[in-house]
């Protein structure tokens, strides 16, 4: 394609070679030939490059960033990047780079490849990454994205949800086959789930260090509606509770009198026989209500006593309203 160019005395390149297509068309070897390229336009005066694409089907153009190490990719090999730069305001202006995207490789096995890709931003003189789109994340869950700050921070990272004007903004989490969660961890490891239970149409908190849904709010119809403490998200609610409040079986007596609180847990009295207990912070006795009886056990008390009336017995013995077990 350099047959027409030549040299003159003074030994300088010079081309009789004019222009290819169209006013504004990047030129490109076409076969050995000049031609410009249609879909490739540069804008002098705006500083723009425009890629377009013409043809009557869904694709449209791309930009290929392409890697090769001239063997098999490893984990972090850079695919490629985009970096955004400009100066500032020293005496003498800096050629800062302000902010950049790239793309890495995350897995290269074959049949198994994933990759990921980043944002980097200038904070304090040091570009960080902040957010990051991976495939595969840690304890095997599928596709996630960080958000982080920067190494010095002093405080964790933000989600802000924000509308314009009058309009609400929503953080939308879609388990479609599945529950819905969201996820608490601390160094990646699952401390705390909120989620959404499909079976129940439910609402629950559930720990993941101890394995105990905490609490959990059902809705299985309009007029079945009730709240379980310390319940699986699937426990069974009785047909015709609507707006009950339940504690399930399970739980365990402080040893300790607990203080500027009231405790309340749910076990069983005997097999088979739930009943709630209530401990104030005046010595260590229980109210506990089940098995159609109101049960007193002042394990401290000298005398049971209620207001108005004092029944005098031994210190510590039981007094029970109703059905007498």
């Known amino acids: 394609m350099f047959d027409n160019k030549i040299f003159d005395n003074a030994g300088t390149l010079t081309a009789n070679v004019a222009a290819a297509g169209s006013d504004t068309q990047i030129q490109f070897n076409d076969g050995g030939s000049f031609a410009g390229a249609s879909g490739l336009l540069y804008d002098k005066t705006n500083i ?3 890629l377009s694409r013409v043809a009557d089907d869904a ?3 791309a930009f290929v ?3 090769s190490r001239g ?3 490893q984990v972090g090999d850079v695919l490629g990047a985009i ?18 995207i790239n793309s890495t490789i995350r897995y290269p096995n074959d049949g198994g490849e994933g990759g990921s890709i980043s944002f980097k931003f200038m904070q304090a003189g040091t570009l960080e990454e902040y957010v990051r789109f991976n495939v595969a994340g840690p304890s095997g869950y599928s596709t996630y994205f960080d958000f982080k700050t920067y190494s010095g921070s002093p405080v964790g990272p933000t989600l802000r949800i924000y509308a314009e004007g009058n309009n609400g903004g929503a953080l939308v989490v879609d388990g479609r086959a599945g529950d819905g969660v969201i996820i608490l961890s601390q ?9 959404y239970n499909i079976t129940n149409a439910g609402l629950y908190l559930n720990s993941s260090v101890s394995g105990y849904t905490v609490l959990s709010v059902t809705h299985e119809s309009a007029t079945k509606q009730n709240i379980v403490f310390w319940g699986p998200t699937n426990t069974t609610i009785p047909a015709t509770a609507n707006k009950n409040l339940f504690v399930v079986n399970g739980g365990v007596a402080p040893t300790a009198v607990p203080v500027d609180m009231t405790s309340l847990w749910c076990a069983d009295y005997a097999a ?6 209530i401990m104030g912070e005046k010595n260590t006795n229980t109210l506990t209500l089940g098995a159609g009886n109101v049960l007193l056990r002042p394990d401290t008390m000298a005398d049971d006593s209620v207001s108005g009336e004092t029944f005098v017995g031994t210190a510590g013995e039981d007094l029970a309203w109703g059905d007498v077990v």
């Open 272 to 277: 088979g026989d739930a009943r709630l207990s």
């Open 48 to 50: 723009g490059l425009t």
């Open 65 to 67: 960033f392409q890697q």
């Open 83 to 100: 970096s955004f730069k400009g100066y500032n305001d020293n005496a003498t202006p800096e050629l800062i780079e302000y902010a950049q």
């Open 71 to 73: 063997a098999a990719g």
């Open 187 to 195: 160094e990646l490891s699952e401390k705390w789930r909120i989620g």
């Open 59 to 61: 694709l449209g153009p």
